[in-house]
């Protein structure tokens, strides 16, 4: 069911976190310890931001363990906010157009979970995404539509708001009219200077999330990268992470009045 790690924090080779870790990302797509599935082979991808206002990208459909080019890539690349993903399909076809991260400008968004039933609802799902975004619809995934979908919500100026909205709907959609399907949202967006990322379920148990802090430093990952469990904090059921230069890590609950209840 996917596995990722987003990193937001000094200028650091992806290496690091990506592939030297005794539990690094490539290694937890051989043998994830946490997720639905022990094995994410169905492509693999990097996005980073760097030089340019929108991120770099390489996406690629085979297992992240036998591409010989990843290692050199992560070694030499250098970046203050990237993303890594490697997938396990939940349905859609594996091609590079389906891999994670997505980007449209300078957002940049990737996804580990489910929306149940996608057959049913996703023509509603793509009905949420306006004209002027629909052209970069490239791939067939429930994730990218959604991605999509936040943006035309107003997810440039307000990822906050514009993923909440979204996340109402859907989870209007899969729980009415007589169905109770699973919505597993663990997600992670940026627009190059935030990270974002949210852990967010509806009639169904929610993805694992971690994060570690270290002074300016933060990253987020769908399991922890080593066996060090005291460094990792999980992220809460219903939560959202916002990691912003100079700031301390924030944790919201979804939606205003869960904040207000929590304050």
Known sequence: ?????????????????????????????????????????????????????????????????????????CRHIRSHLFFAHVRATTGTAVTRPNCHPFAVGQMMFMHNGLIGDWARIRRKVENMIPDALYGSRAGTTDSEAVFLAILGAGGREDPIGATE?????????????????????????????????????????????YYRAVDDDVVVVSEPLDTDRAVWTPVPTNHILIARPGQKVEMRPFYAEQRQAAE
Not at 36 to 45: P, Y
Not at 167 to 173: I, N
Not at 195 to 209: C, G, M, P, Q
Request: one cysteine or more; charged letters at 20%; aromatic letters at 12%.
């Open 1 to 73: 069911m996917c596995r990722w790690i987003a990193y937001r924090g000094q200028q650091t080779a992806l290496e690091h976190y990506v592939t030297a870790p005794s539990h690094s990302l490539v290694e937890q797509s051989i043998r994830a310890l946490e997720g639905t599935t022990s094995t994410n082979c169905d492509g693999f991808g990097l996005g980073w931001y760097g030089e340019h206002p929108e991120p770099g990208l390489y996406r690629e459909v085979r297992p992240a363990w036998s591409d010989e080019n990843l290692r050199y890539l």
């Open 165 to 209: 909205r979204v996340l109402a709907a859907l989870t209007d959609m899969v729980s009415t009219g007589g169905h109770h399907e699973p919505l597993r949202f663990t997600s992670a967006m940026s627009d190059g200077k935030n990270l974002y990322a949210f852990r967010y379920s509806a009639n169904d148990k929610a993805n694992t999330l």
